[in-house]
């Protein structure tokens, strides 16, 4: 499957930061715009700042932090695994929020590949490599004779990468945003999120030294603790702390699908895993993240704008010095109109992320999404982007282009954020159904002939291919079974993948590429 963005480009903050000064002490002293608060306007209509204002992170915390104690919260246990090491910050607010103290030394901290190798001046010559392995050793199965630096890195790390795995049984996630001091992500971010997410990574590399060594049950049950920490870190209350959720679900479901689809194990041994899935935490649905994260993200900057903060401009704009707008410009453009104008396009986004149909559903957002760039069309000269997000050069006249271009801007970085939760929930149906094919073999002697025969037999539910709006394309083998997903471009490939058509001789590679997602299961 070809995505817009790579998956690491999300991680990228979609702003221009300027350091350029727009306006003066004696202007930041002006009186500030006042919003008419309600729904159509501010969306919300508490909880208030200390001026008056919608405060959207408190708002934002409260929904996330309900039934939320610090017995069920993954987030407190993962802190007190890590200890200090993972926050240089010691950001008290933030652990005010979470109802703990600042992280202590722990006796067993999570070391870093780097920082175990450069402790260890006989491996400071292969330093270089560290990079490769972190990126590829979660990928495939491998041992410790072929990699010991990191076989050994692993060894050092297993008492925090217990505490992972205990901290993964909790029922729940939280982290507080303080969406005040940085719009896109949570205090202290992205330290949170991303520390946790690369110690899923740790717990996959160790997971395939496991597979790559014969220890199947021990590989098995670490990439059931990447996928949980994965499922419950989509309830960050950050669109970026959602990718790096997502991220940790794919460490869980390349491993997985790898050795489901070699490994013959019993049909004990198969039931157990796919009832581990089914009580996996539920995936936040990407309507609701748009309809309260980037909604709240875009509300609260335009209310911030509308108040003449320069912070805010300067996050979206780089604004000359001699470019004339003055922050009494601002203030009198007329944000309630542009309020009402974004609230009502996300209420249309919102019901069209809702449909059931993959096809029409994409179809919606996309014209919706381009309505909202036309708008904007005329600020920019040419087609200047950042990450595949419109950029600007021409500064903004009225409060509605101002909205246009956040509606536009948080909008367009959402939807690739969706793209890729699509095709990780692709990948985490068809590990669902290897294992009822694996289950049905286990049973019978041989796979099924049709899907529908997981359905009839073990009544197990079967889901349809998101991408087609019908069943998985599956058939038997003579090596097994073939099981894929005709995925994005919605053209069956016959089980061809991009990676097939990358192989094709250049002379003989078709315009179209292939992008099947395929599982083919031996006997």
């Known amino acids: 499957m070809r995505l817009s963005l790579p998956l690491t480009a999300l991680l990228i903050i979609p702003v221009l930061i300027t350091t350029s000064t727009w306006c003066s002490a004696d202007e930041a002293a002006q009186p500030k715009a006042k919003i008419p608060i309600g729904r159509e ?66 006796e067993h901290p999570a070391i870093d590949l780097e920082d175990f190798m450069k402790a260890n001046p006989r491996y400071i010559k292969q330093l270089d490599k560290a990079y490769d392995w972190r990126k590829d050793l979660w990928q495939k199965p491998w041992t410790g004779a072929e990699y010991p630096i990191v076989a050994e890195w692993l060894a050092a790390n297993e008492v925090p990468l217990a505490g992972v795995t205990e901290a993964s049984k909790r029922s729940r996630y939280y982290s507080p945003i303080r969406m005040r001091d940085d719009v896109l992500g949570p205090g202290p971010f992205p330290v949170a999120a991303s520390w946790f997410n690369h110690l899923s990574r740790i717990v996959a ?8 060594e014969g220890r199947h049950e021990d590989a098995l049950d670490d990439l059931a603790t990447c996928m949980r920490l994965g499922r419950l870190m989509q309830e960050d209350p950050s669109m970026l702390g959602g990718t790096w959720a997502i991220l940790s679900e794919e460490f869980a479901t390349t491993g997985l ?25 539920l995936r936040v649905p990407f309507a609701r993240r748009c309809d309260k994260i980037v909604r709240y993200e875009m509300l609260d900057q335009l209310q911030r704008i509308a108040r003449g903060e320069a912070e805010a401009f300067d996050s979206e704009w780089a604004i000359p010095a001699d470019s004339g707008l003055r922050i009494q410009d601002v203030v009198r453009m007329d944000f309630e109109r542009a309020l009402r104008r974004e609230n009502r396009r996300f209420d249309t986004l919102v019901a069209e992320l809702n449909k059931p149909d ?14 909202a760039d036309a708008a904007v069309a005329h600020m920019r000269k040419g087609k200047a982007q950042l990450f595949g997000i419109p950029i600007p050069p021409r500064l903004p006249q009225t409060a509605q282009e101002i909205g246009d271009h956040l509606f536009v801007s948080r909008c367009r970085f959402a939807e690739s954020y969706f793209r890729h939760e699509e095709y990780a929930e692709l990948k985490f149906q068809s590990l669902r159904i290897s294992l009822g094919l694996r289950i049905y073999r286990a049973k019978y002697g041989e796979y099924p ?24 394309r599956y058939s038997r083998t003579a090596q097994g079974c073939l099981l894929y997903s005709i995925a994005d471009n919605g053209v069956d490939d016959g089980g061809r993948t991009y990676a097939d058509w990358e192989k094709e001789p250049k002379q003989s ?8 997602i395929v599982v083919r299961l031996s006997k």
């Open 41 to 106: 306007t501010t969306y919300l209509e508490s909880p208030l700042d200390a001026e008056g204002n919608v405060d959207y992170g408190a708002a934002l915390n409260a929904e996330c932090a309900r039934g939320v104690t610090l017995e069920n919260n993954a987030c407190v246990a993962l802190w007190r695994t890590v200890g200090p090491t993972a926050d240089p910050t010691r950001d008290d607010v933030y652990y005010r929020a979470l109802g703990i103290e600042p992280p202590e030394a722990v």
């Open 205 to 212: 590399m160790r997971a395939m030294l496991f597979y790559g």
């Open 257 to 281: 699908l790898q050795i489901v689809a070699e490994f013959a194990g019993t049909e004990a041994d198969y039931r157990a895993r796919l009832a581990e899935l089914d009580r996996l935490a």
């Open 358 to 371: 993959r096809r029409a559903r994409e179809a919606l957002v996309k014209k919706s999404l381009d309505e």
């Open 449 to 472: 002939e049709r899907l529908t025969d997981l359905t009839d037999r073990l009544v197990m539910a079967v889901p349809t291919d998101p991408y087609a709006g019908t069943s998985f």
């Open 509 to 516: 590679q078709s315009l179209h590429h292939w992008d099947d």
